[in-house]
C-alpha cells in the first residue's frame, strides 16, 4: 500500500472552539476598521497636505504614487510569508510599518520636506500589502468555520472605519489640528491597537498545506496541484504527490488572473475615489475642505450600507449577477458626479457611485479563497493587480486633471468599469464532479478518508480543514 506521510500541523482544539472563531471574527472586525480609519483619516487631508509642501496636482500625484509602488513591491512577499509562515508574521510585520509611515507623514507636512512625505507614504504601501493578504486569508478562514457567508462584513467593517476615519479628519481640518499631532496620534493608537488583536485574530498561526486531502484526484497526485511539506508523497494507490504550490505558482493560473483583473478595476473605481473625491470637490465645486472630506464620507457611507447587506445580495444572486449589476451602477454615478451642473447633483452621483463599488473587491477576494490551501498565494496575486492600478491611477488622473480638473479626469474610471462587467462570470464558484473517497494515512499510523470534493457552495461554508478526525464530520 502506498501511503502518504505528512507532517501534522497545528490541530490544536483552540483552532476549531467555535469561542475562538467567535473572538476572531470581531478581532478581525476591528483591524479591517481600523484599517479603514487611519486610511481616510489621513486621506480627508490631503488638499492640506498639498498646501502645506507647495504641490501642484501633478505634483501631488506623483506623491501618491510612491505609496502605490510600496505595495506593490511587497504585495508577493507578503502572500510567501502567510503561505510559509502564517498570518502573525505579516500582521506584526505591517503594525511596525504603519507606525513609522504615519509618523513620518506627519513630519513631512509640518516640516516641509516632500521626501520625508514620500517615503511615510511608501512605507504605509508597504505596510498595508503586509497585513492586507493575512487579513483576507483570515477572514476567508472564519467563513468557513461559520458555515455561512460573512466576508462582507469585514469590507463593511472598514468602510465604517473609513466614515470615522473622513469625519475625523474633517473635524481636524475645521478645527485647525496640526497635520503632525494628528498623524502621530492616530500611529500610536493603531499600534497599540493592533497588537492587542493579533494574536486571538489569526486561528492559524501557521499555514495548514493538507486541506488537499479532501479533493485527491483518481489520476495521481492530490486535487489542485497541492501537496504537503517540502517533498512530495503518495496516496493510497494513487501515485506520487506534486509539491506544495509556491505562493508565485498562482500567477500561471488563468482564473486568478482575471480576477484579477476584476480587482483592478474595483481598486481603480474605489482607490480614485479615495486619493481625488475630496481634492475633486473642493477644486470643482469651490468648497471648502471640510466639505470635501465630508462628500468622500457620503461615499463612503454608501457603500458600508450595501456591504452590511451584501450576504444577502450575493446567496440570493449569485457573485457574477451582483457584480455585473455593481459595475453598471457605478458606471452611471460616476458620470453623474463628472457632469453635474451642482453640487447637490454631484453628491446623488457619489451616492451611486459608492453603492456600485461596495461588493467589487469582497466578491475578488472571495473568488481568489476559494481554495483554502491556494488562498495566501491568490490572494496576493489578485492584491498585486490593485497595485498596479493604484501605481498606474495617481500620476495618470493627476495628469489629466492638470488640463481638464479633477472631477472630469474621474471619467476615465469608467473604462474600468466596463472591463470589470465583460469578466464578470470568472468570480463564479468552480463546480466540481464529485468522487470516490481513497484513504490516505497521515503520519505514523492515523487512518484518514480522504473527502470526495463538494460543489463550491458546499466549500464555501465548510470550516477550513484540519488534519484531525473532525475533518470527516464536515
Request: positive net charge; contains cysteine.
Amino acid at each position: 500500500m502506498h501511503i502518504l506521510r505528512v507532517p501534522v500541523p497545528d490541530a490544536s482544539p483552540r483552532s476549531l472552539d467555535p469561542s475562538a472563531v467567535g473572538r476572531a471574527r470581531w478581532l478581525l472586525l476591528g483591524l479591517f476598521g481600523l484599517n479603514g480609519l487611519m486610511l481616510s483619516s489621513w486621506l480627508a487631508r490631503i488638499p492640506a497636505v498639498r498646501d502645506a509642501l507647495g504641490l501642484s496636482t501633478a505634483e501631488l500625484g506623483l506623491v501618491l504614487l510612491t505609496g502605490s509602488l510600496g505595495a506593490l513591491v511587497t504585495i508577493s512577499l507578503s502572500g510567501v510569508l502567510v503561505t510559509r509562515y502564517g498570518g502573525r508574521v505579516g500582521l506584526l510585520l505591517s503594525t511596525a510599518g504603519f507606525a513609522l509611515a504615519f509618523t513620518l507623514i506627519g513630519l513631512g507636512a509640518a516640516l516641509g520636506l516632500v521626501q520625508l512625505l514620500a517615503a511615510g507614504i511608501f512605507l504605509n504601501g508597504v505596510s498595508f500589502a503586509l497585513g492586507n493578504v493575512p487579513l483576507n486569508v483570515e477572514t476567508a478562514a472564519v467563513e468557513r468555520r461559520m458555515r455561512r457567508t460573512v466576508l462582507p462584513q469585514f469590507h463593511a467593517a472598514f468602510s465604517i472605519g473609513a466614515v470615522a476615519g473622513s469625519l475625523l479628519g474633517a473635524g481636524a481640518a475645521r478645527l485647525g489640528v496640526p497635520l503632525v499631532v494628528q498623524f502621530t496620534a492616530t500611529a500610536a493608537i493603531g499600534t497599540v491597537w493592533r497588537l492587542l488583536s493579533i494574536r486571538g485574530a489569526v486561528l492559524e498561526p501557521r499555514a495548514v498545506p493538507v486541506a488537499p486531502l479532501l479533493a485527491t484526484e483518481g489520476t495521481g497526485g492530490l486535487a489542485n496541484g497541492g501537496a504537503t511539506g517540502g517533498a512530495g508523497g503518495r496516496v493510497a494507490g494513487h501515485g506520487p504527490v506534486p509539491r506544495v504550490p509556491s505562493a508565485l505558482g498562482a500567477w500561471r493560473e488563468r482564473r486568478t488572473l482575471l480576477i484579477g483583473v476584476v480587482i483592478m478595476s474595483a481598486a481603480l473605481t474605489e482607490g480614485s475615489a479615495s486619493d481625488w473625491l475630496s481634492l475633486a470637490v473642493v477644486d470643482g465645486f469651490e468648497r471648502p475642505e471640510a466639505v470635501g472630506a465630508a462628500v468622500f464620507g457620503v461615499f463612503v457611507a454608501s457603500m458600508t450600507g450595501v456591504r452590511l447587506l451584501g450576504t444577502r445580495l450575493i446567496d440570493r444572486w449569485g457573485r457574477v449577477t451582483v457584480l455585473r449589476a455593481s459595475g453598471a451602477v457605478s458606471f452611471v454615478g460616476l458620470l453623474v458626479f463628472g457632469l453635474a451642473p451642482r453640487l447637490e447633483v454631484a453628491v446623488v452621483g457619489v451616492v451611486a457611485w459608492g453603492l456600485g463599488a461596495a461588493l467589487a473587491v469582497p466578491i475578488g477576494i472571495a473568488a481568489a479563497s476559494d481554495d483554502p490551501v491556494r488562498a495566501a498565494g491568490r490572494v496576493s496575486v489578485v492584491s498585486a493587480f490593485a497595485s498596479v492600478a493604484a501605481l498606474a491611477a495617481p500620476p495618470l488622473l493627476g495628469l489629466v486633471a492638470g488640463y481638464v480638473g479633477a472631477r472630469h479626469a474621474l471619467l476615465l474610471i469608467t473604462v474600468a468599469m466596463v472591463v470589470s462587467v465583460s469578466v464578470a462570470r470568472v468570480v463564479a464558484r468552480p463546480r466540481e464532479p464529485d468522487r470516490r473517497a481513497p484513504v490516505a494515512t497521515v503520519g505514523a499510523s492515523t487512518a484518514l478518508p480522504v473527502q470526495p470534493a463538494r460543489p463550491a457552495s458546499f466549500e464555501s461554508t465548510c470550516p477550513s480543514p484540519v488534519l484531525s478526525e473532525k475533518v470527516a464530520a464536515c
